[in-house]
């Protein structure tokens, strides 16, 4: 099932012993397109400092009351390493983080989630690899905040449309299926999806994401209405409108 990223802010994370906050923001791989981590604006016990928890930490999701429920303890994710949420998520705090909750390193497989496209199977396996060398410590993380993307300006080849108002995510991969692009500004109350492997890159610098489309293809691409579910017809349509074929899983319907 797709659900959308903004919606998902607010959700209480629920450790095993008791409440740990709730959710204020998403890291975003924008490589591999998946959500790693959400950040969690923590009660009194943490004196206010944000943490991050992963989805591998997911025990249940408890979508009509609104709450993540974690296979951690409160003391677990009170004493997790410290991270500068404000400040780019370095490849050394990942290992650090991976090794201190005995996750195995995503990053050094070719799937979504290491070796596989969800990130319970992380959690199931033994951590020897968490344990074992050091991850590489080079090289650009990727890890983008939701909120910050959130507004940048959707850049196509020949001319700038819209700016990003949305993800819209895989609940069971967490996979990021598509960005919600608001051409209200050009285009009264519009809003379009596109896919993010379009995406060429993201420049934080100018604020813009680059997609390898033609302004005219996302004006005339099919409206998305969020009170309607997205199901196999309208992915057809819409890959078919640019040109495209559908890739990743068919979207559940919601």
């Given at each position: 099932?797709?659900r959308?990223?903004?919606?998902?802010?607010?959700?209480?994370?629920?450790?095993?012993?008791?409440?740990?906050?709730?959710?204020?923001?998403?890291?975003?791989?924008?490589?591999?397109?998946?959500v790693r981590?959400?950040?969690?604006?923590?009660?009194?016990?943490?004196?206010?400092?944000?943490?991050?928890?992963?989805?591998?930490?997911?025990?249940?999701?408890e979508?009509?009351?609104?709450?993540?429920?974690?296979?951690?303890?409160?003391?677990?994710?009170?004493?997790?390493?410290?991270?500068?949420?404000?400040?780019?998520?370095?490849?050394?705090?990942?290992?650090?983080?991976?090794?201190?909750?005995?996750?195995?390193?995503?990053?050094?497989?070719?799937?979504?989630?290491?070796?596989?496209?969800?990130?319970?199977?992380?959690?199931?396996?033994?951590?020897?690899?968490?344990?074992?060398?050091?991850?590489?410590?080079?090289?650009?993380?990727?890890?983008?905040?939701?909120?910050?993307?959130?507004?940048?300006?959707?850049?196509?080849?020949?001319?700038?449309?819209?700016?990003?108002?949305?993800?819209?995510?895989?609940?069971?991969?967490?996979?990021?299926?598509?960005?919600?692009?608001?051409?209200?500004?050009?285009?009264?109350?519009?809003?379009?999806?596109?896919?993010?492997?379009?995406?060429?890159?993201?420049?934080?610098?100018e604020?813009?994401?680059?997609?390898?489309?033609?302004?005219?293809?996302?004006?005339?691409?099919?409206?998305?209405?969020?009170?309607?579910?997205?199901?196999?017809?309208?992915?057809?349509?819409?890959?078919?409108?640019?040109?495209?074929?559908?890739?990743?899983?068919a979207?559940?319907?919601?």
């Amino acid at each position: 099932m797709l659900r959308s990223l903004k919606d998902l802010e607010g959700y209480t994370a629920s450790a095993t012993d008791g409440d740990v906050g709730r959710a204020v923001d998403f890291l975003l791989d924008d490589e591999r397109w998946a959500v790693r981590y959400l950040v969690v604006e923590p009660g009194t016990f943490l004196d206010g400092i944000q943490v991050l928890v992963s989805p591998i930490s997911f025990r249940e999701i408890e979508w009509p009351t609104h709450r993540f429920h974690l296979a951690l303890t409160m003391d677990k994710v009170r004493n997790s390493p410290s991270i500068d949420v404000d400040k780019p998520v370095s490849r050394q705090h990942e290992g650090s983080f991976s090794r201190y909750y005995g996750f195995p390193y995503y990053w050094r497989s070719s799937g979504l989630w290491g070796v596989s496209s969800y990130p319970s199977a992380l959690a199931e396996n033994e951590s020897k690899e968490a344990s074992a060398a050091p991850p590489e410590e080079s090289g650009d993380v990727h890890l983008r905040s939701a909120r910050d993307v959130r507004g940048y300006q959707i850049q196509g080849t020949d001319d700038a449309v819209g700016h990003v108002a949305d993800f819209l995510v895989d609940d069971e991969t967490w996979q990021v299926r598509y960005l919600v692009i608001d051409t209200s500004a050009w285009w009264f109350g519009r809003k379009v999806l596109i896919a993010p492997e379009w995406a060429t890159r993201i420049s934080l610098g100018e604020g813009k994401v680059y997609v390898d489309l033609v302004r005219e293809a996302i004006r005339t691409s099919p409206e998305w209405d969020p009170a309607v579910a997205i199901d196999r017809e309208y992915e057809a349509r819409l890959h078919a409108h640019y040109g495209r074929s559908v890739s990743g899983p068919a979207a559940r319907a919601q």
